[in-house]
């Protein structure tokens, strides 16, 4: 059984910063891509970034030079800092990962920034 669990949300004024984590129930080393998406009241939920098992990463464009993901394969944990926050970035964020053709969601993480 696969499970995600993200902690590190808050509030938290704009220009602050957060650090998200995420753990993962199961050994990440062999999972390509794992990734942070978040989602808005009233909006789709949208990509905010990804890591390959190489260290790739990729970003939205709102959030380059902003945000910063990285994973440690010893902790099993995906991390997301996040950095020079803007209201704009108030959403819920998740955790995910695909391991033998299922996909995984963790149960979300509220960040919320207050102008």
């Known amino acids: 059984q696969v499970h995600l669990v993200e902690s590190g949300g808050g509030l938290v004024q704009a220009g602050g910063s957060l650090r998200l984590s995420c753990a993962a129930s199961?050994?990440?080393?062999?999972?390509?891509?794992m990734a942070w998406y978040r989602q808005a009241p009233g909006k789709e939920r949208e990509l905010v970034a990804d890591i390959t098992s190489a260290g790739r990463t990729n970003y939205a464009d709102s959030v380059k030079g902003r945000f910063t993901i990285s994973r440690d394969n010893a902790k099993n944990t995906v991390y997301l800092q996040m950095n020079s926050l803007r209201p704009e970035d108030t959403a819920v964020y998740y955790c995910w990962m695909t391991k033998t053709g299922s996909q995984y969601w963790g149960q979300g993480t509220q960040v919320t920034v207050s102008s």
């Open positions: 199961v050994s990440i080393f062999s999972i390509n891509v």
